[in-house]
């Protein structure tokens, strides 16, 4: 018998399975062991699957987040490359058949990309971007995806239909314009006489009359609010677990912690004494994220500041997420002096590396100071410069 982190029962060891603490689709995999646990029951850890990490992962921030600055790992050489696609809502200026949605992607710089599926039937979907992500995991539920390069030239092309079979491995997949590649084996042309396929060809065709006219596209993102202070506050409780043991989870800030976890109504959450702050709350040491800031990557800090151990969170782009594990002075006995300088781990997922731990002040001397750091220093190798790449033969649009 064992306690599970999460729900805080004892149960049977064979209940209990592998957790990614920080997901695998944000790097979690690169990450050493301390960013993972074998005290999560299987219950716990598909609920916060889908729940938890899924509403944080699929939100309209994180996706913006995951886009940014991924072409620094491009190799200019060879089209081999996966883009994060940009996510930009559920278009509703133009019809769509009964009781589907069509949501708007973009593969920077190579191609606009609409999807079609079956519209949410629980408002809770609504919120992800995409839609169920369950749904997107059987053949028979995916939707379609239909694919405009925006770029004629072979590497742009090849990097887009990479990236877009990657995001979207299950679903039926066509392009509309430019003659496809041989390789592109899971890509068809529309076909007009097809019924479904006519449907779809004259949305896009819609799709394309709107912007030529400048009208644009209506389109709606929902977002959902507490879905980040949720993600940090179950952080939080595994951390102190890992760091503290069993009688952090008995502790008031383990039982909070624990509490904002698993309360999926986020007024309710509001409630719970949990201290941060999330995207859209401003915090006292939001001044850090451009310290913090790693193109690509996902910057995670532990840091003692007087009589509080909080968590940092830096994405590529946008502010820190910061939470509170605990201000209890009964635990920091425990805590290594190194946590008043800082401990930070770096995962850059476009190239499925990770460094860390290391002390922040390594990590700032290596950013922003004369002391580079060997590990840091092999990493930001892999980056390299935008001018390299290959031209996208897309006209400038002027500025105004």
């Known amino acids: 018998m064992k306690t599970c982190i999460y729900c805080g029962l004892d149960k049977q060891d064979n209940d209990f399975s592998d957790e990614h603490i920080w997901p695998d689709a944000l790097g979690g ?41 991924a072409l620094d790992y491009l190799n200019p050489e060879k089209p081999t490359g996966i883009l994060p696609l940009s996510y930009l809502g559920v278009i509703q200026n133009i019809p769509v058949q009964d009781g589907e949605v069509a949501d708007f992607w973009v593969c920077a710089p190579g191609a606009n990309i609409i999807h079609f599926r079956k519209a949410s039937e629980e408002v809770t979907w609504n919120a992800y971007a995409g839609g169920d992500p369950r749904r997107q995991s059987k053949r028979s539920k995916a939707g379609r995806v239909i694919v405009a ?21 299950k679903a039926d997949k066509f392009v509309t314009n430019l003659e496809l590649p041989r390789k592109a084996k899971h890509f068809r042309n529309l076909d007009a006489t097809d019924l479904q396929q006519a449907a779809d060809l004259q949305f896009i065709k819609a799709f394309e009359a709107n912007t030529v006219r400048g009208k644009g596209l209506h389109n709606h993102i929902a977002i959902a609010l507490g879905a980040d202070s949720r993600f940090m506050a179950k952080l939080a409780l595994a951390i102190g677990y890992k760091l503290f043991g069993v009688r952090f989870l008995k502790s008031p800030s383990g ?25 859209l709350t401003s915090g006292d ?4 994220g451009h310290m913090l800031r790693w193109p690509g ?29 605990t201000d209890d002075p009964e635990f920091f006995d425990k805590l290594g002096a190194e946590y008043r300088d800082g401990v930070a781990w770096l995962t850059v997922p476009p190239v499925a590396k990770a460094v860390g731990p290391i002390s922040l002040p390594e990590y700032l001397a290596h950013q922003h100071g004369p002391h580079a750091h060997p590990e840091l220093r092999n990493l930001e190798a892999l980056r390299n410069q935008r001018d390299r790449l290959p031209p996208t033969g897309i006209p400038k649009k002027p500025k105004t």
């Open 29 to 69: 995999d690169f990450l050493p062991t301390f960013w993972r646990t074998d005290h999560v029951c299987g219950a716990c850890n598909n609920m916060s699957g889908v729940f938890v990490d899924g509403a944080f992962i699929k939100s309209f921030f994180v996706t913006s987040a995951r886009s940014h600055d």
């Open 149 to 169: 390069l925006t770029s004629a030239e072979p590497y742009w092309i090849d990097t887009a239909l990479s990236s877009v079979k990657h995001h979207f491995s």
């Open 255 to 279: 039982l909070n912690l624990r509490k904002a976890f698993r309360e999926a109504n986020p007024e309710k959450r509001k409630q719970i004494p949990i201290r941060g702050s999330g995207f």
């Open 285 to 288: 040491h939001n001044d850090i």
């Open 297 to 325: 990557g996902w910057c995670l800090l532990l840091l003692r500041l007087s009589d509080r151990l909080s968590l940092v969170v830096q994405p590529p782009s946008g502010r820190s997420l910061i939470i509170q594990i």
